[in-house]
């Protein structure tokens, strides 16, 4: 068990800017999620996937975000033409199938809109 | 809609003392929830879960939590805190449906004094 792997673990990007970021889930894990950790508050969900199926969206991601698990492993969210309010800290994590079974997160990426 | 409130934003305890973290869900049928930690810069740790049974929990650094449906609380306990617990604290709740999201509270942060 290598644990959730997120990269990059920084991001520092001028507003505009297209940005992506990758989570290596678990390898055994079917289910992934992406959440989003502004500062002082709790991660809120953004996305979940089932194996390469994205199967809920929040409304919080907007059409400037999109989330991709191909081949259902490795996933990728990127963020179009992004502006202050994207920074924050987003967050992956991956669970085995099976009811309530616990996610296992990922250390994050810290996005910073200059 | 399922929701977790921790009311203490932030609470400072010396080191060697007792600790409890309150938190209190919303939720229609039999709640399953999550305590997780989270170190600066780091991402999350699940510290304990509670799905159903003894509703005294233990979970991993020496944590424990009590699960009490009359007062809808999982509150978070420790009998002697280190100043290596000093962090962020997240309640959580498992969304009903199929994603099995995460809804989080605020967090409550921990500082250790000597």
């Known amino acids: 068990d290598t644990g959730v792997s997120q990269n990059p673990r920084h991001k520092i990007t001028k507003r505009g800017q297209n940005v992506t970021f990758r989570c290596d889930p678990i390898s055994e894990h079917n289910r992934l999620y992406w959440y989003r950790q502004t500062l002082g508050q709790g991660p809120e969900f953004l996305t979940y996937f089932q194996n390469e199926a994205q199967l809920e969206k929040s409304r919080l991601l907007s059409d400037r975000f999109s989330a991709e698990r191909p081949k259902g492993s490795f996933s990728t969210l990127e963020i179009q033409r992004t502006e202050q309010g994207d920074s924050a800290m987003y967050l992956c994590?991956?669970?085995?199938?099976?009811?309530?079974?616990?996610?296992?997160f990922g250390d994050g990426t810290r996005l910073s809109i200059l | 809609a399922q929701s977790v409130t921790q009311p203490d934003i932030h609470i400072t305890v010396s080191e060697g003392a007792s600790l409890e973290l309150r938190c209190n869900y919303s939720y229609g049928a039999t709640p399953y929830l999550f305590w997780y930690v989270q170190s600066p810069g780091q991402g999350l740790q699940l510290l304990l879960k509670?799905?159903?049974?003894?509703?005294l929990v233990q979970g991993i650094k020496g944590f424990e939590a009590e699960f009490k449906r009359s007062q809808s609380s999982f509150n978070l306990r420790k009998p002697s805190v280190h100043w290596s617990d000093a962090a962020e604290y997240f309640c959580a709740v498992v969304h009903g449906g199929a994603t099995n999201k995460l809804i989080f509270g605020t967090g409550t942060l921990l500082a250790v004094q000597p």
């Open positions: 509670y799905f159903s049974g003894d509703t």
């Open positions: 994590a991956s669970s085995a199938d099976g009811s309530y079974q616990p996610q296992h």
